[in-house]
């Protein structure tokens, strides 16, 4: 394919952990061509300054970023930034004909009080946040293929939310019983330095943080009260784990009719993602590993059954980078673009 003929894309906050994946993905992807890259501090180095190992690949300089030139060099706009920083943008890019996938917390949210309240700002772009739709394909396919601004999920609500739906969608648990206990890699931070993120802070580790109060609660809730069609409050910790990539996710629900067996419960998870290449359902008896999601844009389903307590116990492991970030966003490229949702996605991990 020509490149005249490619769709023109934009990554806004390429030099981050997101934008570097995008990078990476798009460069590969057949029917794209990358026509900006877009930075804070970064803007005016080449972007194998940064990143010398995709020299061979990529010869483009970090520009500053200016909503006129990206309008005019680019139909799709990946916003790679820090939250609150997507809103001051996206409205002007859609009026200049841009599609949005913004991967911040910015469009995830169709009540904007919450967002105000968990993220203690307030929002004038309420008009534009109305036509955002939540970019999780496996459960939104059918919205994603005609929006123009797509909030693309959080790392942890991915793994969260794939694990929870068929429970939800299916009505098959106590829904105030739901407690999600998830670890995460320390890419997970970004690659804006962190105290917390230091190698000598985080190596030899587990910790726990945002207890009860970490700003996935409420994206989680939102969702989840969509799918079970009635409001949804849960438990959600995350921890820090000593990795690089990958978030597994231990999701904990007690069972409405204690008749249900293991392998019903299978079945109707399969039937749920029987369309949905990325999600990969494990056989009974096999749990995830978060290095099987390494580099790819699967999601690892393991299901377990205690007959004993009358709990399901749903193992979710992604690559926090991939299916929880720059991977996703570009599975809902492709269904926007009505491309085959796989297409220039890698499906299997290096590991081991
Ligand atoms: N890391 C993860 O696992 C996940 C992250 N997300 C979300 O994706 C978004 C990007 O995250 P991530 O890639 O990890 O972040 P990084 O910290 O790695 O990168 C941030 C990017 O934003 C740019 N930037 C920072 N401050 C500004 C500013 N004031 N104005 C303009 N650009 C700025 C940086 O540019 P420069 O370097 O040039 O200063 C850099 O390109 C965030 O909203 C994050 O919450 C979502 C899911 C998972
Ligand atoms: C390990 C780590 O720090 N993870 C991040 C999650 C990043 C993410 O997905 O958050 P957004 O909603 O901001 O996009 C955190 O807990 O804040």
Redo the contacts with the bound molecule.
Sequence with gaps: MGTESKLSVAI??????????LVRLLHAHPRIALTYL??????GRSFTD?YPQLAPFVDQV?EP?DLDVIAERAKVVF?????G??QGMAPTLLEKGCIVF?????YRFRNLQTYETWYKSARSDHSVAQEAVYGLPELFRDRIATANLIG????YP?ASLLALAPLLKQGLIQLESVVIDAK??T??????EKLHLLHSECDNTLSAYGIAHHRHTPEIEEVASTLAGQNVILQFTPHLIPMTRGILATVYCTMRDPGLVREDILTIYRAFYRQSPWVRLLPSGIYPSTKWAWGTNACYLGIELDERTGRVIVLSAID??MK???GQALQALNLRMGWDETEGLPDLSFYP
Excluded: F, H, K
């Design positions: 806004v906050g390429a030099s981050g952990y997101g934008g570097v994946q877009g930075g804070n501090s970064s803007a940064l970090i970023i916003l790679a930034l820090p939250n920083l997507a913004d991967l911040s917390a910015d693309c999920p959080g790392c991915t995460s890699g890419s997970g931070g970004g690659r804006q926090n980078l929880g970030q720059a």
